[in-house]
């Protein structure tokens, strides 16, 4: 029984768990098409094949560590949560990260995932040296920038339907220490929210959480919320203790202590909770570590099963900068008048990007989840054409509902994915749920 | 650790490591427990190597302790070869190769380093046997036995080595989901994963214990096998 992380939709298949090259080379003798799984972290079908799929989490080796360069040559099922727990002792910290640190190197790769910092560093594509693939003819092949650079390009965010990622070669960040200077605004409305966006400039990261239930003047109010890696100097005042916060029993004393902001529970109106714990400051700045502020849903083990078994459907979608305001707020009013209630939007901007598959533009980037009822396919649909008109497309990661043909007219690069896969032999081979369902 | 890639010798390595023991691997793929050693070494920030070692091999026991650099605190031994036999398919071969593997060749390695350790005046030293072995049956015949005899062999060591500062854990696994274990379906609640009998293993260190059941439910199941008469007991297809 497969099923990604929103539980929607789940399917019976079989699966195959290789531990070592030979495992996962033979499996392709049997010319089944196949597709390769990480940790199951994508929100619908992307990792889930109606024939077979390879569980790659027994291919989980660390190959190499170079720790005064900050290299890490690893297999494909190392989980980014090993890769922080054995680098940011050194000094190290992946360059970019998704909003869990669940997901395997190759999911990665094969999402080419972006951060609350693309606007300043890209994807964690533009960090990778190298990966090497199973091609659809059984042999491994490395490729680069400089080197099978088609199939390097292609990988990016080609979610696994090019080959089966083996190992992958990255350059991680150097941090001082593993503390976050984290800055809160509250934001009134979406304008504002964007303007804060545009004015933020030094942060490193930065994120908005939106409330998708107001409406009118309130439509799209926000907690935006700024980070960047805090520096030695900024602890001057007093000794560091746990200076990579690893330790979770070891707490910083400062005098501005970050708020919790965790989901203690499903609530359809949390916004309004998290909100008004900061109604009496305009905004505020505490420390907080790397784990509460990069993954503040890890901490609730198994979330997706708070929206009960029929499970959730997330959706992610970007939108160039001239039509993102406009787009968004037509989402947001789509929303209220199908009652779909989805909570926890979440806005993030998006720097340029030259990928030829990878998911961001510039522009504007929000991700919302909706439990599955019967307003939500609805939503789904109007929400596709608007999404469509305004010029934006939708992260693969992130869906279980698109239509092929609502694919074809919002990114038209797929086309020439399917044609490269194609002529490449790897159609037919290398195939998901979500590939037969998109025709890519 | 002895027994190369075994999941229960790696994943009880990796649970040392994880407490900053340095982890010694020795078997027959090198290349392959070269990366083990350094994913080891990486993951856990520890010295961590591999040792080319076959157990079948004559003399092979010996080389081995000439080859470590220095007399283990803990030594694991992993070794084990189980084939799906029944009573239609003899051979000759196969049989006395799953007895050397699970009684001969672990028994004469560790016994050598049991000497070792007995001179150092401290140690652990842990024997991976199985549930299979606390009674003669039918079913692989010749896995069972060796396993049985496995156990003997550890409780003779245990006795020998009374008194010196070197003790010896027997380990009782059930069913454990590893590559030897393979696509059979065994009853949740009678599996443990690797990293449950690393953990279990690693307890025992620790306690003192020196027979351990991974997991613990296969105590009063085993207790139960061997309290039956043999009139009963041959009768039974367990």
């Known amino acids: 029984m497969l099923d990604g992380w929103g539980r929607y939709p789940s399917l019976t298949g079989d699966v195959a768990v290789p531990r070592h090259l030979d495992d996962a080379t033979s499996v392709m003798q049997m010319q089944r098409p196949l597709i390769a799984r990480g940790n199951g972290r994508s929100y619908g079908d992307s990792a889930v094949s109606p024939d077979l799929t390879l569980d790659m989490r027994s291919f989980n080796r660390f190959l190499d560590f170079d720790s005064a360069r900050g290299r890490l040559t690893v297999e494909a099922g190392v989980l980014l949560a090993d890769v922080v727990n054995v680098a940011l002792r050194h000094g190290w910290f992946p360059p970019v990260t998704p909003g869990t640190q669940f997901v395997t190197i190759g999911g990665m790769v094969a999402s080419n995932v972006h951060g609350k910092n693309h606007h300043l560093v890209g994807n964690f594509g533009d960090f990778i040296d190298w990966i090497d693939l199973i091609g659809p003819d059984g042999q491994v092949r490395r490729c680069s920038r400089t080197k099978n650079e088609n199939l390097f390009n292609w990988t990016l965010g080609g979610m696994g339907l090019t080959g089966i990622i083996t190992k992958v070669a990255f350059r991680l960040k150097s941090v001082e220490t593993g503390w976050i200077t984290q800055e809160v605004r509250k934001c009134s409305n979406l304008s504002d929210t964007m303007d804060e966006f545009e004015k933020c400039e030094l942060a490193q990261y930065s994120v908005a959480w939106i409330d998708c239930l107001t409406s009118g003047p309130q439509e799209g109010r926000s907690l935006l919320m700024l980070g960047s890696h805090a520096t030695l100097d900024q602890f001057a005042e007093q000794p560091l203790k746990d200076r990579y916060a690893l330790n979770p029993r070891l707490r910083l004393n400062v005098p501005f202590d970050a708020p919790k902001l965790l989901l203690s529970r499903p609530p359809m109106r949390l916004f309004n909770s998290l909100y008004y714990r900061f109604h009496n400051t305009g905004a505020s700045k505490s420390f907080t570590t790397w784990e509460d502020f990069f993954y503040p849903l890890d901490r609730l083990r198994n979330w997706n099963r708070l929206y009960g078994a029929s499970g959730f459907v997330q959706v992610q979608f970007a939108l160039p900068m001239v039509s993102a305001r406009k787009g968004i707020s037509a989402v947001l009013q789509i929303a209220k008048e199908t009652q779909a209630s989805p909570f926890l939007g979440v806005l993030k901007k998006f720097g340029p990007d030259n990928s030829l598959i990878s998911f961001p533009m510039l522009g504007y980037t929000m991700a919302m989840d909706l439990p599955v009822r019967a307003q939500t396919f609805d939503f789904l649909a109007r929400i596709e054409s608007e999404i469509i008109d305004q010029g934006g497309r939708f992260y693969l990661t992130k869906d279980s509902w698109l239509s092929a043909k609502a694919l074809r007219e919002s990114d038209p690069r797929f086309l020439a994915f399917r044609e490269y896969r194609q002529s490449s032999g790897m159609a037919g081979v290398f195939e998901s749920k979500q590939s037969l369902r998109l025709g890519i | ?238």
């Open chain 2, 1 to 238: 650790m002895l027994g190369g890639t075994s999941d229960i010798g790696l994943a009880v390595a990796r649970r040392f490591a994880r407490e900053k023991f340095q982890v010694v691997l020795a078997g027959r793929s090198l290349p392959t427990l070269d990366r083990e050693a350094k994913d080891i070494s990486i993951r856990f920030d520890v010295n961590a190597y591999a040792i080319q070692f076959d157990a079948l091999e004559k003399g092979s026991a010996q080389a081995l302790l000439a080859a470590l650099t220095e007399t283990p605190n803990v030594v694991l031994c992993a070794i084990g070869l189980m084939r799906d036999s029944d009573v239609d398919s003899w051979d000759e071969v196969e049989e006395a190769l799953i007895m050397r593997t699970n009684l001969e060749a672990p028994s004469l390695a560790l016994g050598l380093l049991a000497g070792e350790l007995c001179k150092a005046g401290s140690g652990v030293i842990i024997g991976i046997s199985s549930i299979a072995g606390v009674r003669g049956r039918a079913k692989n015949l010749y896995y069972t036995a060796a396993k049985a005899g496995f156990i003997a062999f550890l409780s003779g060591l245990r006795n020998r080595c009374h008194g010196t500062g070197v003790r010896i854990v027997t380990v009782l696994p059930g069913f454990v989901r590893t590559k030897m274990l393979g696509n059979l379906q065994t009853p949740k609640f009678l599996t443990a994963t690797p990293e449950d009998v690393a953990e279990a293993v690693f307890s025992a260190c620790q306690s003192g214990r020196e027979l351990v059941y991974v997991k613990g439910v296969w105590r009063p199941i085993s207790w139960a096998l061997r309290a039956l008469p043999e009139s009963v007991f041959k009768r039974l297809k367990v």
